[in-house]
């Protein structure tokens, strides 16, 4: 589908503005390792890490390595295979989303520009031939730090029945699973338990959800989804899904989609920035579209009778929801979804005939202050209604978490916004109070930068991810031309050695077990083959040892 | 006649070789609007272009980076740079683009070039996640003058689906990448939306 695949070439040439300086230095005992502060001279080197190999990682990198010449940066990525949630998240029935992994090579292919795959940063805990960087070893041997791995959890609801009966999956793990995230593999969902399928949250991922439940099994033989999720997939019991939301198809969620602009109120109203509805009318239209699938009308009464005053977005969302399928009768066709609003989960409740498994939800009925309202008030009306639910999927968002080595680096996590706490530059800062704890303030913490889903929380697509890299990329690239404090372990130039330094660190047998992108093309063509033999774009390798099968 | 055939085949190749050089500069002292850049002319493949550096003068400031090739916007076919001598001085298409510093860059293009292309061949900021897809908003572009916009195919559910997720969306904002060069449309002029401020941190406590 690509007009530009395998054709485009790196092409940033970019204006440049003069630095402001900032502060920085004030905070030279923030971390154990001392800032170094420098002479602003813009062509000594600057060696960075990369944290997670997501859309984040790449285009922070791409950014930097275009307004930075003397730039080299190392991307350590956890996994042997690069690209984060483009691989492991977006749906398979998406390729021309996943376009982008070929900018990403294109960055990948830059002198200055290496990739430290298999190489878990901070965390410890992975087994067998897995590799593990602690965060201090990183900050011995680089000038900055970008932390771009993801939100790898998700959010609970921490409600009766939730963690103790079994057919309640989480969302994530489900999409981990049809899109062979290692971690997910053995999830096994059982898709053969019955008809009904609750998704509960009206997000995106709700709806990728759906439609894997919902589309026909041979459109997605021709896609890049795991084969044990076809053959799973195949067997499906599942003809009725509900994506239930708490509030109304006019409510939005929290966060807008550019968010990382989220504090210039005024100005998103002067450029006409609309807030991301939880879920988007692509995909919303597409569910529309799947064949001998009906919709169940949206409750009329959640939507203005005059839609025309509305704005763009939401107007043209409304007319999609409301002409449904008109083609397609929820009596006849063979499987049907609805929106359900206006219900917040309770509990679940188990089968009879076996009490470890989950029967029905019950919900709690709330209603809307002003249905019309996006910024509506929401409470509950003390009724509540159930639904069937064979399984359940809960979509209610995924989660960040801190790194171990955090506190010793001096960075601080925001637990409820599940953040790296930052500027909104993604300059990584903390907040640090007098000696009397009279007052506080933000300080920045050198070196150390965030970007995309660990800087903003878990919303947006990869077009605001995008923005985001970039303006970390931008601040980054702004601190170093001003001089401003970096890491180091001690003064003068040359010092920070990278990769190199930390494999010297880690010892051989460690070191071994990297991966390296050339060694990623050899996965890359090797899944790319066992594809072609069934017809598919590709076959992933759904555990690490048979990514790692391949080179030895 | 042997001379007047490398004449038609060495123009081509002077333009890229002036269109390359502006683009080793940094933007702020690149080709101001007035300088047109035929941007079919950018993506002559490099065989063209050492044969250039052999027979002309102006190969000696030429520098070697690694050739960028462009697959879509289209180099005159072999036998056909006398046609397009004459598109020079006659037919080809003009289309200016104005990035977010106010800057304009005007490019002779062919009909059949898409913006996203145009953009991308040119150097300027349009990243094109999706690669042209129209699955992922980021080659926006605002058109300036309301009687160009009238003259592009209306835009189709799925551009209006994407646009719907563009920031700062206005009554004339297309996708780039659907936007297809046409005779109707030279004269264009469309401006890149400017994503970000120069913003303070100050201005997020
Ligand atoms: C199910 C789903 C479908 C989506 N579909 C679309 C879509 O169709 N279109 C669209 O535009 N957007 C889509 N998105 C959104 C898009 O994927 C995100 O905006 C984007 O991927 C976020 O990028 P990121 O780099 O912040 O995080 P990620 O993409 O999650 O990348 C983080 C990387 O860090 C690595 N990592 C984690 N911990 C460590 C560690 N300790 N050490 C080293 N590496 C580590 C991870 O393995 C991962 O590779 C989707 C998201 C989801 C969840
Ligand atoms: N195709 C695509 O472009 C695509 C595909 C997948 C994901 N993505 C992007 O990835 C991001 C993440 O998607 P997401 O779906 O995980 O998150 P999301 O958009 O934040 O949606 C989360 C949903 O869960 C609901 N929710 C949260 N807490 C709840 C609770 N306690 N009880 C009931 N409902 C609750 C939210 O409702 P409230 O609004 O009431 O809080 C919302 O409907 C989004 O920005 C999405 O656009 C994009
Ligand atoms: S390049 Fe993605 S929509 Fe145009």
Same mark, same amino acid.
């Given at each position: 589908?690509?007009?530009?695949?395998?054709?485009?070439?790196?092409?940033?040439?970019?204006s440049?503005?003069?630095?402001?300086?900032r502060?920085?230095?004030r905070? $030279?005992?923030?971390?154990?390792?001392?800032?170094?502060?420098?002479?602003?001279?813009?062509?000594?080197?600057?060696?960075?890490?990369?944290?997670?190999?997501?859309? *984040?990682?790449?285009?922070?990198?791409?950014?930097?390595?275009s307004?930075?010449?003397q *730039?080299?940066?190392?991307?350590?990525?956890?996994?042997?295979?690069?690209? #984060?949630?483009?691989?492991?998240?977006?749906?398979?029935?998406?390729? +021309?989303?996943?376009?982008?992994?070929?900018?990403?090579?294109?960055?990948? %292919?830059?002198?200055?520009?290496?990739?430290? #795959?298999?190489?878990?940063?901070?965390?410890s805990?992975?087994?067998? =031939?897995?590799c593990?960087?602690?965060?201090?070893?990183?900050?011995?041997?680089?000038?900055?730090?970008?932390?771009?791995?993801?939100?790898?959890?998700?959010?609970?609801?921490?409600?009766?029945?939730? %963690?103790?009966l079994?057919?309640?999956?989480?969302?994530?793990?489900?999409?981990?699973?049809?899109?062979?995230?290692?971690?997910?593999?053995?999830l096994? @969902?059982?898709?053969?338990?019955?008809?009904?399928a609750?998704?509960?949250?009206?997000?995106?991922?709700?709806?990728?959800?759906?439609?894997?439940?919902?589309?026909?099994?041979?459109?997605? =033989? /021709?896609?890049?989804?795991?084969?044990? !999720?076809?053959?799973?997939?195949?067997?499906?019991?599942?003809?009725?899904?509900?994506?239930?939301?708490?509030?109304?198809?006019?409510?939005? %969620?929290?966060? @807008?989609?550019?968010?990382?602009?989220?504090?210039?109120?005024p100005?998103?109203?002067?450029?006409?920035?609309?807030?991301?509805?939880?879920?988007?009318?692509?995909?919303?239209? +597409?569910?529309?579209?799947?064949?001998?699938?009906?919709?169940?009308?949206?409750?009329?009464?959640l939507?203005?009778?005059?839609? /025309?005053?509305?704005?763009?977005?939401?107007?043209?969302?409304?007319?999609?929801?409301?002409?449904?399928?008109p083609?397609?009768?929820?009596?006849?066709?063979?499987?049907?979804?609805?929106?359900?609003?206006? &219900? %917040?989960?309770?509990?679940?409740?188990?089968?009879?005939?076996?009490?470890?498994?989950?029967?029905?939800?019950?919900?709690d009925?709330?209603?809307?202050?002003?249905p019309?309202?996006? $910024?509506?008030?929401?409470?509950?009306?003390?009724?509540?209604?159930? &639904?069937?639910?064979?399984?359940?999927?809960?979509s209610?968002?995924?989660?960040?978490?801190?790194?171990?080595?955090?506190? +010793?680096?001096?960075?601080?996590?925001?637990?409820?916004?599940g953040?790296?706490?930052n500027?909104?530059?993604?300059?990584?800062?903390?907040?640090?109070?007098?000696?009397?704890?009279?007052?506080?303030?933000r300080?920045?913490?050198?070196?150390?930068?965030?970007?995309g889903?660990?800087?903003? #929380?878990?919303?947006?697509?990869i077009?605001?991810?995008?923005?985001?890299?970039?303006?970390?990329?931008?601040?980054?690239?702004q601190?170093?031309?001003?001089?401003?404090?970096?890491?180091?372990?001690?003064e003068?130039?040359?010092? !920070?050695h990278?990769?190199?330094?930390? $494999?010297?660190?880690?010892?051989?047998?460690?070191?071994?077990?990297?991966?390296?992108?050339?060694?990623?093309?050899?996965?890359?063509?090797?899944?790319?083959?066992?594809?072609?033999?069934?017809?598919?774009?590709?076959?992933?390798?759904?555990?690490?040892?048979?990514?790692?099968?391949?080179l030895? | 006649?042997?001379?007047?055939?490398?004449?038609?085949?060495?123009?081509?190749?002077?333009f890229?070789?002036?269109?390359?050089?502006?683009?080793?500069?940094?933007?702020?002292?690149?080709?101001?609007?007035?300088?047109?850049?035929?941007?079919?002319?950018?993506?002559?493949?490099?065989?063209?272009?050492?044969?250039?550096?052999?027979?002309?003068p102006?190969?000696?400031?030429?520098?070697?980076?690694a050739?960028?090739?462009?697959?879509?916007?289209?180099?005159?076919?072999?036998?056909?740079?006398?046609?397009?001598?004459?598109?020079?001085?006659?037919?080809?298409?003009?289309?200016?683009?104005?990035?977010?510093?106010g800057?304009?860059?005007?490019?002779?293009?062919?009909?059949g070039?898409?913006?996203?292309?145009?953009?991308?061949?040119?150097d300027?900021?349009?990243?094109?996640?999706?690669?042209?897809?129209c699955?992922?908003?980021?080659?926006?572009?605002i058109?300036?003058?309301?009687?160009?916009?009238?003259?592009?195919?209306e835009?189709?559910?799925?551009e209006?689906?994407m646009?719907?997720?563009?920031?700062?969306?206005?009554?004339?904002?297309?996708l780039?990448?659907?936007?297809?060069?046409?005779?109707?449309?030279?004269?264009?002029v469309?401006?890149?939306?400017?994503?970000?401020?120069?913003?303070?941190?100050?201005?997020?406590?």
């Open positions: 589908m690509s007009l530009l695949a395998g054709s485009r070439t790196s092409r940033r040439v970019l440049w503005k003069p630095a402001v300086r502060g920085h230095g905070c $030279k005992n923030l971390s154990t390792v001392s800032p170094t502060p420098r002479n602003p001279d813009a062509s000594s080197p600057f060696r960075m890490a990369i944290v997670g190999s997501g859309p *984040a990682g790449f285009y922070t990198a791409s950014r930097v390595l307004k930075l010449p *730039a080299k940066i190392d991307m350590y990525e956890a996994l042997p295979v690069p690209f #984060g949630l483009v691989r492991h998240g977006v749906a398979p029935d998406h390729p +021309e989303v996943k376009n982008c992994q070929d900018r990403f090579d294109e960055i990948a %292919s830059s002198p200055n520009f290496t990739f430290v #795959g298999n190489v878990t940063v901070g965390d805990s992975q087994p067998g =031939r897995h593990t960087v602690e965060l201090q070893s990183l900050m011995r041997h680089y000038d900055s730090i970008l932390l771009a791995y993801g939100a790898a959890e998700d959010k609970k609801l921490g409600i009766f029945g939730e %963690s103790t079994t057919g309640i999956y989480s969302a994530r793990e489900f999409v981990g699973w049809y899109n062979g995230l290692p971690d997910c593999t053995n096994h @969902p059982d898709l053969t338990r019955g008809e009904d609750v998704i509960i949250g009206q997000g995106n991922v709700a709806l990728d959800v759906a439609r894997m439940l919902l589309e026909d099994i041979d459109t997605l =033989r /021709k896609t890049d989804i795991t084969e044990h !999720a076809l053959s799973r997939l195949a067997e499906s019991r599942v003809k009725r899904v509900h994506i239930v939301g708490r509030r109304g198809p006019m409510q939005v %969620s929290n966060l @807008p989609l550019y968010d990382f602009i989220e504090p210039f109120l100005l998103r109203q002067a450029l006409n920035v609309t807030y991301q509805a939880a879920f988007t009318i692509k995909e919303a239209r +597409e569910l529309m579209k799947l064949p001998d699938v009906a919709f169940h009308p949206v409750n009329r009464t939507i203005p009778q005059d839609l /025309k005053s509305l704005p763009r977005a939401s107007k043209r969302l409304m007319e999609v929801l409301l002409k449904g399928t083609d397609a009768d929820p009596l006849e066709t063979s499987k049907s979804w609805s929106l359900d609003s206006c &219900l %917040s989960p309770k509990h679940f409740l188990a089968r009879s005939d076996s009490p470890d498994s989950v029967a029905s939800t019950e919900f009925v709330t209603a809307l202050a002003d019309f309202d996006p $910024k509506s008030r929401v409470e509950k009306t003390g009724e509540a209604i159930i &639904l069937p639910s064979d399984i359940v999927l809960r209610v968002g995924y989660k960040s978490v801190p790194l171990p080595g955090f506190v +010793e680096a001096g960075i601080q996590f925001d637990e409820r916004r953040i790296v706490c500027d909104g530059f993604g300059r990584v800062t903390r907040l640090v109070s007098d000696s009397d704890a009279s007052s506080s303030a300080q920045q913490v050198p070196g150390l930068y965030c970007a889903w660990l800087k903003r #929380g878990p919303t947006g697509v077009a605001s991810t995008m923005q985001d890299a970039f303006t970390t990329g931008d601040a980054i690239t601190d170093w031309l001003a001089g401003a404090s970096f890491l180091g372990s001690h003068g130039s040359s010092r !920070a990278g990769w190199e330094g930390v $494999k010297e660190e880690l010892g051989l047998d460690q070191a071994r077990r990297v991966v390296t992108w050339d060694q990623w093309k050899m996965i890359d063509t090797v899944e790319r083959s066992r594809g072609e033999a069934q017809g598919k774009e590709r076959e992933k390798f759904t555990n690490v040892a048979d990514m790692l099968a391949v030895d | 006649m042997a001379s007047s055939r490398s004449v038609t085949k060495c123009l081509p190749r002077l890229s070789t002036i269109c390359r050089q502006s683009r080793h500069l940094p933007s702020h002292a690149r080709a101001p609007s007035n300088l047109l850049r035929p941007s079919s002319l950018c993506s002559l493949p490099s065989r063209s272009i050492s044969r250039l550096q052999a027979s002309s102006y190969t000696r400031s030429f520098t070697t980076t050739q960028r090739q462009h697959g879509h916007i289209k180099p005159p076919k072999p036998g056909e740079e006398f046609v397009y001598l004459l598109n020079i001085f006659g037919n080809l298409l003009y289309v200016t683009f104005i990035d977010k510093d800057q304009d860059y005007k490019f002779a293009v062919s009909e070039d898409n913006l996203l292309d145009i953009a991308q061949a040119n300027l900021e349009m990243e094109g996640a999706c690669g042209g897809s699955a992922c908003s980021t080659c926006h572009v058109v300036t003058e309301d009687d160009y916009y009238d003259k592009i195919p835009p189709e559910d799925d209006n689906d646009l719907d997720l563009a920031f700062g969306l206005t009554e004339t904002s297309r780039g990448c659907q936007v297809v060069m046409k005779k109707e449309l030279d004269g264009l469309v401006r890149l939306p400017s994503m970000t401020r120069n913003l303070q941190a100050s201005d997020f406590q």
